[in-house]
């Protein structure tokens, strides 16, 4: 980032700390207050909006609204993308080449440019799974 505000840092940092995670606006405000950095609603958007333009952050649109969660992957990087448990509602921020091809074959055969960025591949995660797996083999007896 060329020019790094104090607010600016403190979301980003506060996003960083929970990196694991999907963050609402909201939640965020509050850990910025807890940690004695109280930002105004106003001013926590426009920072995210700047981290998001610069890479830094994803912005996962929802049902519930938006959520936010740290980036630590090069913005022009393919091969940065989300995951989306249909069950737990969790989201993983994944980092995987193997998905590169994909998105080269539907630029040059179908001249569709994907954002991975932007790109939520929605399923279950391994825990869900296992738990459906369980509850489907107790119905089938």
């Avoid at 952050?57 to 992957?73: L, P, R, V």
Wanted: charged content about 30%; some cysteine.
């Amino acid at each position: 980032m060329p020019y790094t505000t104090k607010q600016r840092q403190a979301v980003l940092s506060c996003l960083e700390a929970r990196r694991d995670e999907m963050i609402s606006v909201s939640e965020l405000a509050e850990d910025l207050r807890r940690g004695g950095n109280p930002v105004g609603v106003a001013t926590i958007y426009r920072q995210l909006t700047k981290l998001e333009e610069a890479g830094h952050i994803h912005k996962i649109n929802t049902e519930e609204g938006a959520f936010f969660q740290y980036c630590d992957h090069d913005q022009t990087d393919r091969s940065c993308f989300l995951l989306r448990c249909e069950g737990c509602g969790r989201i993983l921020h994944l980092d995987c080449s193997h998905l590169r091809p994909l998105y080269d074959h539907l630029e040059q055969e179908h001249h569709f440019l994907i954002d991975p960025r932007e790109t939520v591949f929605t399923g279950l995660c391994d825990v869900c799974a296992a738990r459906r797996r369980e509850e489907d083999s107790h119905g089938e007896q």
